[in-house]
């Protein structure tokens, strides 16, 4: 538990040191929100009339975001940190790699949460009401969906020599599962190989999660129980392929 709570610190302390980051992380979204959100609402409402203007729908998508560029941003650190020589420190110290993706895994988690939760404050600007109970279940709905996300990241940052190649597969897996998580467009209509797809996709559970935590309305969601199931299955399975990940990258050089 000593060494889980030393990554665990590590992992804060340099965020807060990299002010690019802390920068980079928040504004971002909150640029494709304003200027996305913004174009789209005086053409698209999703769910018809009475369904909630674009800006309100785009807010849970946008959300989702924060926490998926928190799992990018944060599982590049192992890369740089088996290319500083820290990692290989790290294995060399009688500690289990289990821990090791455990401290990991949990300080990208509570920077991920704490991202989220300044973005919460942000939702009075879109004409939504939210509550203390809603905000509660939102950063738990997101500690667990960025939970997943980040050991998703971990496992494949494990694999990689190069921060352009963690960049490039990051890139090529995590937006495609943002896109298709309804984030941006509802699931409502789509048949074929696009539905299906979104339907597989575990962010899409998530995001329905936090739409209701802000009070679902004019769409078609996935059932409470359906959403909470894989959500958490999503960021067990995860945490355990990391784990196997780790435990199988050997010695790294």
């Known amino acids: 538990m000593s060494a889980v709570r030393m990554l665990w610190a590590r992992e ?15 504004v971002q979204p909150l640029v494709f929100w304003l200027l996305l959100g913004g174009g789209l609402s005086a053409s ?6 009475t369904g909630p203007s674009y800006l309100q729908y785009f807010y849970p998508g946008v959300l989702a975001m924060v926490l ?3 799992a990018i941003f944060a599982t590049i650190a192992v890369v740089e940190d088996r290319r500083s020589g820290f990692l290989q420190g790290v294995l060399a110290a009688p500690v289990g790699r289990g821990a090791v993706v455990a401290g990991q895994s949990l300080g990208a988690t509570t920077l991920a949460v704490g991202q989220a939760g300044l973005f919460l404050a942000l939702a ?14 939102a950063l738990l709905v997101s500690a667990v ?11 494949i940052a494990w694999r990689m020599e190069s921060t352009q190649g963690f960049h490039a597969i990051m890139n090529l897996l995590l937006l495609p599962i943002w896109f ?16 299906w797809a979104m339907r597989l996709d575990p962010l899409t559970y998530g995001v329905a999660l936090l739409r209701r935590c802000f009070g679902a309305g004019g769409v078609a969601l996935p059932s409470v129980g359906l959403s909470v199931g894989v959500v958490s299955g999503f960021a067990l399975l995860t945490l355990l392929l990391a784990t196997w990940v780790a435990r199988r990258s050997g010695t790294l050089d």
Request: aromatic share 10%; hydrophobic share 55%.
């Open 180 to 195: 298709l998580s309804g984030a941006v467009f509802p699931a409502e209509g789509l048949a074929g190989p696009l539905g």
């Open 68 to 70: 998926l560029f928190t």
């Open 12 to 26: 804060i302390v340099r965020f807060l040191r990299q002010r690019s980051r802390v920068v980079g992380a928040f």
């Open 124 to 137: 009075p600007m879109a004409g939504l009401e939210l509550t203390l109970a809603g905000a509660g279940a």
């Open 145 to 155: 969906v960025a939970f997943g996300l980040v050991n998703l990241g971990l496992a």
């Open 44 to 49: 698209f409402r999703p769910g018809g009339v």
